[in-house]
C-alpha cells in the first residue's frame, strides 16, 4: 500500500505564477488535510477536505489560496499570483478516521 | 492554539531511554493525546496515541497521569535516527471535528553517540 504521494517535490515559481500542489492519498482514505511549514517555523493547518467537500478551511489565507478534492483524481492546493512569502514546504496528509499518515511535502520557491 | 506545553529541547544519549515530557492541563475529558514526530525535512509520522490508559506500541509507550494533565512519551532505546522534532498533540474524537491536528512547537530531541 503506497504512502500519501505528493508532486512535485520541488517547486519553483516567480512571482505573479501560479502554483499547483498535488496530493494523492493512501487507498482507501477519504479524508485529507494540508498543512504549511514556513522556514525555521511549526506546522500550521490550512485546510480540511473529504471528497468533493471542504469540511475545514480555516487556516486558509483569504485571497489566492484555494484547495479541491475531486471524486476523481488527487487532491490539489493552488496558490495564485505567489509571492515570496509563499515559499515555504506544503504537506499533505490522508486519513481513514483517526490517524493521519503525512506525505513528503512539497518544497516551493518563489523568485 | 496549540492546548500543550512542552520543553522545547532535550538531548539523549544512544541506548537510553528517552522520556519525552508534555502538558496538556485544560484537557477535556474526550480529548486524546497524540505524538507525532518530525524527522528533519521530512513530513510528520504517526508514534502513538491514548485517552486514558497507558499505551505501548513497537515504538513507543505513552504514560498519561491519572488525571490527564500530563503525559510522557517514552522511546525505550533511543538511535541516532530518534532525532526529530516531537509534538504532543492533544485533539477531540474524530467524530468532533474530523482528524485535523493543531501543532505546537514540540519538543526537538537530539539523541548523541
Known amino acids: 500500500n503506497a504512502g500519501v504521494m505528493q508532486n512535485p517535490r520541488h517547486l519553483v515559481r516567480r512571482r505573479g505564477q501560479e502554483a499547483r500542489l498535488r496530493c494523492s492519498p493512501m487507498?482507501?482514505?477519504?479524508?485529507v488535510y494540508w498543512y504549511r511549514q514556513l522556514p525555521e517555523e511549526g506546522l500550521k493547518f490550512m485546510v480540511y477536505?473529504?471528497?468533493?467537500?471542504?469540511?475545514?478551511e480555516s487556516g486558509m489565507p483569504k485571497e489566492r489560496f484555494s484547495a479541491e478534492f475531486p471524486k476523481e483524481g488527487p487532491s490539489i492546493l493552488r496558490i495564485q499570483q505567489v509571492v515570496r512569502g509563499d515559499s515555504a514546504a506544503y504537506f499533505c496528509a490522508s486519513s481513514p478516521q483517526e490517524k493521519l499518515f503525512f506525505g513528503s511535502g512539497t518544497q516551493l520557491s518563489v523568485l | 492554539d496549540a492546548k500543550t506545553t512542552q520543553p522545547p529541547s532535550m538531548d539523549c544519549a544512544e541506548g537510553r531511554a528517552a522520556n519525552l515530557p508534555c502538558n496538556h492541563s485544560t484537557i477535556s475529558g474526550n480529548e486524546y493525546v497524540y505524538w507525532y514526530r518530525q524527522i528533519h525535512s521530512q513530513g510528520p509520522q504517526y508514534i502513538i496515541h491514548?485517552?486514558?490508559n497507558n499505551e505501548t506500541n513497537e515504538m513507543a509507550s505513552l504514560i498519561i497521569t491519572e488525571d490527564r494533565k500530563s503525559s510522557t512519551l517514552i522511546l525505550p532505546h533511543a538511535t541516532l535516527r530518534d532525532t526529530a522534532v516531537y509534538y504532543c498533540i492533544v485533539r477531540p474524537p474524530f467524530y468532533n471535528q474530523g482528524g485535523k491536528l493543531i501543532f505546537g512547537q514540540g519538543t526537538e530531541l537530539s539523541v548523541k553517540p
Open positions: 487507498k482507501g482514505h477519504s479524508h
Open positions: 477536505l473529504q471528497k468533493e467537500n471542504i469540511i475545514d
Open positions: 491514548g485517552l486514558k
